[in-house]
Structure formats: C-alpha cells, structure tokens
C-alpha cells in the first residue's frame, strides 16, 4: 500500500535535534513526498503535513496532515543541494556518489523488518553525507516548490485565458 494509514499518533522522532518546520522530499515510484519529517515505523517513512507531485511539480491530492511512504517504494531522499557534498567518503565502500550512497543505503535498509531498531543508524547516515545537521532538509525546496506551483497557476491561467 503506497499511503499507508493515517492513524499514526506520536510517531517516533527520527531527529529529536532538528526544528520544527524540517522539510523533507521522497521519491517513490509514481511521483513525490514532500512535508516535515515525523519519524518512522514499521518498514515506513512517515511525514507530516503532506503532499504528492507528479514529475512535473504538479500536486496529485490534496495536502493531508500524515503520509506513512512504505521504505520499498522509495527512490531517494533529497536535501538543500547546497548542503550535500559532491562525493561521499565511506572506508567500506571508498568514494561514490553521495547519490549512490543514498540508494545503497536505502535498498539495505528495505530489508530490515523493523525501522523502528534501525532509526539511529537512518539519522547517522543522513547527518553523515551532510556538512551541518541542523540544516539539513531545512527548506528543502522552499522556494522550488512554490515556484513550481506558481508555474503551475500561472500556466492555468494562460490556458484559461486563451479559451475565453
């Protein structure tokens, strides 16, 4: 099930130390997640105060207050770009991308039946691949996410305009 339930009282934090208002961005398979990072549960990423994109930008569904995202179907996590180091350094795995990095992780992790034992391992990873912790995911596509809805109002408005 891609939306899971939205029954999710008081989700574990995944970042107790990151503020209020954190911003995260998923990729699944039919579009993408964005919203504030709450935790996660049970295989699931689970953000607040939701909303689902095509791969233009355009929203899906309504905003809603809890998406629970199945780990499975995620492709990959984004952050602020200027906050994600060009390589990642690993002594396991040697230099890849931090892309590559992401997608490794993640695929591991999928198999884990229980993310609830795994959160601190999830939050170490992410802090890892960025230079400070306290801004990652801090307005993770603020300004993109609004100017592609405004793009997409304004190009509603064109089509509205050229059919009158």
């Not at 953000?47 to 199945?70: H, M, V, Y």
């Not at 179907?73 to 994600?84: D, G, H, K, Q, R």
Request: charged share 20%; hydrophobic share 40%; no cysteine.
């Amino acid at each position: 099930m891609l939306f899971g339930k939205n029954n999710v009282a008081n989700p574990p934090p995944l970042f107790d130390s990151f503020p209020i208002g954190t911003r995260l961005q998923i990729g699944v398979d039919a579009g993408y997640w964005i919203g504030d990072l709450a935790g996660i549960r049970y295989n699931s990423v689970i953000i607040n105060k939701a909303q689902f994109f095509d791969n233009s930008g355009s929203p899906i569904e309504e905003l809603r207050s809890t998406a629970q995202i199945s780990l499975n179907l995620i492709s990959f996590v984004s952050e602020a770009p200027e906050n994600i180091p060009a390589k990642f350094h690993s002594k396991e795995i040697g230099d890849i991308s931090v892309k590559e990095h992401r997608k490794l992780f993640f695929t591991k992790m999928s198999i884990i039946k229980s993310l609830d034992k795994s959160a601190g391992k999830l939050a170490e990873f992410i802090i890892r691949i960025n230079e400070s912790a306290q801004s990652l995911f801090n307005n993770v596509f603020g300004s993109n996410s609004s100017n592609l809805m405004q793009n997409a109002e304004n190009e509603n408005d064109n089509n509205n305009n050229t059919h009158d």
